[in-house]
């Protein structure tokens, strides 16, 4: 467990250099990972020159304050491609931020209640550009999936400012 500990962290340092040197923001809705995005993030000393805010979007009652006062697309679920970016729009939308970050997915011991497996989710960054990647980790080990989806988040969000 140390060793995921280490490169979540070590992914959220690289994802705050590259927002510092491009003088950006960022805001985090996750889900399947729990709150570890935003942990790696707050975790950078001086977070707060980039980091805007997050919120873990877990339940239905989660999925409402994600909505806020646009409704969400009819039809929506979690653990796709479209949650995660609505997720990652609505999170730079709310919290105007330069960058959002969007995670969602069935991390384990068994799938979600939509029928996917565990170790499968979706990542997605909105910014000046969007980017979305599939999860498939083919393990049903929780807390290794969610430090492999929030750092697919993370590197994922860094490839995009990269860009």
Do not use: H
């Not at 491009?22 to 020159?49: H, R």
């Not at 970016?85 to 969007?102: C, E, H, N």
């Not at 969007?130 to 929780?142: F, P, W």
């Not at 929030?150 to 860094?158: G, K, N, Q, V, W």
């Amino acid at each position: 467990m140390a060793l995921a500990f280490n490169d979540l962290f070590e992914a959220g340092k690289q994802l705050a250099t590259a927002l510092r040197q491009t003088d950006c923001s960022v805001a985090v809705s996750e889900s399947a990972a729990g709150g570890l995005i935003n942990a790696a993030l707050v975790a950078v000393p001086g977070a707060s020159a980039f980091y805007k805010g997050g919120m873990i979007v877990y339940t239905s009652s989660g999925r409402d304050v994600l909505a806020g006062d646009e409704p969400l697309p009819q039809g929506l679920r979690g653990a796709t491609e479209a949650f995660a970016l609505v997720q990652a729009s609505r999170a730079r939308q709310l919290y105007q931020a330069d960058w959002g970050i969007g995670e969602t997915g069935a991390t384990g011991p068994s799938g979600n209640p939509y029928g996917d497996v565990p170790g499968v989710g979706w990542v997605a960054c909105s910014g000046s550009t969007e980017l979305t990647a599939e999860l498939q980790t083919g393990s049903n080990d929780r807390e290794s999936n969610m430090f492999e989806f929030a750092i697919a988040a993370l590197e994922l969000t860094l490839q995009a400012i990269r860009a």
